[in-house]
């Protein structure tokens, strides 16, 4: 009996110092300090550096905030107008343009209209400086997706600007008219290209077909969630729905397969599709299934690194030769795993540090020793 | 027609269930109050509940998480499955005629 209690004690103290060790070693192990630099956003989606070190962060909410010097300032910026807040809607993304210093023209993305009307829109606006804050002056519709939808989920909404100056936009499926991704005869589940003062570039890939939205660049997406160019490569995620999570590289004309090929399922449990990959149709460089939900992305250190809602976490995609080749980006898994929240945007600083967006209201600095 | 086509059972059946039984259960005693042909009450409960409860799901979630009930045509297919459900309902809770007093 005593012996059987000894042995019970070595036991518990090999597991609890093992524990330990472990515990020791991880927190040594770590090579970064996180900073949280703001809080109090009320459900924040993207985020952008200005010039001067200021941040802005839209919330879906409707409201364009300022982070300066570590502090969210009371006022935010003027001249917003007015967005559709529902479901998934509201004011989503934010992008300079990438002539900001001489322009000061920004581009915002945000759901229009009303619940049984809305539709994602692309605005452009002078950011001027005020006493009090920033305002947004001469603004102008660039684009609004067509048809309306009737639902409040899967607008996309994600900006870049190619070298050309010209903007691309991502639009999701609308949820309930995901078959339209199919279609070029609207703009659901597309990837649109146009000029920064509206009008559609004379070479977008199918300007000159009839009855195909001229401002179609790709076509068979989802939910997109981040669009980046970097060094004259387009990267995009997207949303799948009970897996089925993509990276893709998006080229002129494509087809990337939603929802004729997806390797996820409906939330309902049915099938959405018996194919994983069809002919004519570009498969992911990247599928995450089980879903991990990315959010945002950035390109660091010649890393790609990607923040995600459901899994909680950061993914570094290591880019490789080989063009759009399937190993073309590999998938280096989670880093910096102390950020286990959920993580709604990420961008590079230009201090040269990573900064996260956080669901929860907060702004993140991740430096690394 | 394979297994992984049933997936959607999983999340539609606990649903229809749901629905049957609040609509089964007003199909009873609108039979008791207003009489009439019993097939036809269950028959009307059957198709009724499940478009309700779909609608009631698309008002809510503002979409439609069945995907084939997002168009005039889905919608009237499923309302005529529930209608079909509703008479099977009716004929197999039928008492039988020696047990009947």
Known sequence: MCNLIRIKHHCLLIVVTTISLLITFNVLARNYT???????????????????????????SGKLRVVRDGKLLDQAVAG????????????????LDQNFANNHAAYLSFAHGERGANATRLIAAKLTATDSGYTL???????????????????????????????????????????RAQTLDNHFGKIVRINPDGSVPEDNPFVKLQGAMPEIYSLGHRNQQALLVADGVIYEHEHGPQGGDEVNIIKPGVNYGWP???????YTGARISPFTEYEGMQSPLVNWTPSIAPSGMTLHNGKLYVTSLAEQSVRELEI?????????????????????????DVVDGPDGH??????GGEIIRLIEK | MTLADLGILQTLLPVMA???????????????????????????????????????MSTMMQLMPVAGARDAGGMVLISLAGALGGLVFSRLSLQPPEQAK
């Not at chain 1, 917003?80 to 992008?95: E, R, S």
């Not at chain 1, 063009?323 to 709604?344: A, C, H, I, S, T």
């Open chain 1, 320 to 344: 490789r030769d080989g063009g759009d080749k399937p190993d073309y980006l590999r998938d280096n898994g989670v880093v910096f795993k102390d950020l286990n929240q959920r993580l709604r």
């Open chain 2, 18 to 56: 749901g629905c049957f039984a609040v609509g089964f259960i007003v199909a009873t005693f609108c039979h008791k109050w207003f009489g009439g042909r019993r097939d036809l009450w269950y028959i009307a409960a059957g198709a009724s509940s499940i478009v309700c409860t779909l609608m009631m």
């Open chain 1, 260 to 266: 004729v090929a997806t390797h996820g399922i409906d």
């Open chain 1, 34 to 60: 996180l900073e949280t630099i703001a809080t109090g956003l009320d459900t924040p989606w993207a985020m952008t550096f200005l010039p001067n070190g200021d941040v802005l962060v839209t919330e879906r």
């Open chain 1, 80 to 95: 917003v107008p007015n967005v559709y807040f529902a479901g998934q809607g509201g004011l989503l993304d934010i992008m």
């Open chain 1, 137 to 179: 002056e001469d603004k102008q519709v660039l684009f609004t997706a067509q048809p309306d939808k009737r639902t409040a989920h899967h607008y996309g909404a994600r900006i870049a600007q190619m070298s050309d100056g010209s903007l691309l936009m991502t639009v999701g499926d609308g949820y309930n008219y995901r078959e």
């Open chain 1, 354 to 359: 990573l900064y996260f967006l956080t669901d």
